[in-house]
């Protein structure tokens, strides 16, 4: 398999294949100025995770909340919370760190033109996104609706989920076009499948030729 493309450098006056813009996008998905900034907001969710789960296993005495003082101690504390722990077996701030760390990880791997080399990469970290954001969402309804209390630092969480939705969906989205125009153009599963796992060859590379000669709105 070629990586001709990965290590290729920038000509004078071109620009590099690995950061070409990707329609509808004017903005290449993969590029580290959108993944950087994912990384980071899920190491910080990662680590105010694991201060709750620290409360979670009886580690510490108290959680942090500058808004709703100990009100943070009732949610974490509920019912609600009871149920899913015994329902998953874990405490359901240390699902979250994991989540928040597997985002930061699969964020950092892979080269700037992943969602073409690396389409199992790319979903794999939608798939691990895109379903922390729908559970945020779950638990804040239920502070709201079931527990009648609020927490602080899940709301930001919560906040910090929907925006790593935002920012992923953009490169998910060109793993998935990309894979659409192989079977689209060929509908052999057996290239489609060479596709999803990021081989190279020419009928392949003339798919993502035809997404990125697609015009940008």
Same mark, same amino acid.
């Given at each position: 398999?070629?990586?001709? =493309?990965?290590?290729?450098?920038? *000509? ?21 100025? &959108?993944? /950087? ?6 190491? @910080?969710?990662? *680590? ?10 009886? =580690?510490?005495? %108290? ?14 504390? %509920? ?7 015994? $329902? ?9 760190? =994991? ?17 073409? !080399? +690396? ?23 239920? &502070?709201?609706?079931? /527990? ?7 709301? @930001? ?8 939705? !935002? ?5 998910? +989205?060109?793993? =998935? %076009? !990309?894979?659409? *125009?192989?079977?689209?153009? #060929? #509908?052999? +599963?057996? $290239? ?23 015009? @940008?709105?």
């Amino acid at each position: 398999m070629s990586n001709a =493309l990965e290590t290729s450098r920038p *000509i004078a006056g071109h620009t590099s294949p690995l950061d070409r813009t990707v329609p509808p996008y004017r903005h290449n998905p993969s590029a580290w100025s &959108q993944r /950087i900034p994912i990384c980071m907001l899920a190491f @910080v969710a990662a *680590i105010i995770s694991s201060h709750l789960a620290l409360f979670q296993w009886g =580690l510490t005495d %108290s959680v942090w909340d500058p808004v709703f003082g100990d009100s943070s101690s009732k949610v974490i504390k %509920s019912d609600t919370a009871e149920k899913m722990y015994r $329902l998953l077996g874990v405490h359901d701030a240390a699902l979250g760190v =994991l989540a928040y760390l597997g985002d930061a990880i699969l964020g950092l791997a892979g080269s700037t033109r992943r969602w073409q !080399y +690396r389409p199992w990469l790319v979903i794999l970290f939608g798939i691990d996104v895109i379903p922390l954001g729908i559970v945020s969402v779950f638990l804040v309804l239920c &502070q709201a609706f079931v /527990i009648g209390q609020w927490c602080f630092l899940c709301l @930001v969480t919560a906040t910090i989920s929907l925006t790593l939705v !935002y920012w992923a969906w953009d490169e998910v +989205r060109a793993s =998935l %076009s !990309y894979l659409k *125009i192989v079977w689209n153009d #060929h #509908h052999d +599963r057996r $290239l489609l499948w060479n596709a999803f796992w990021g081989y190279r060859c020419d009928q392949l590379d003339a798919a993502a030729d035809k997404l990125l000669s697609r015009e @940008v709105p």
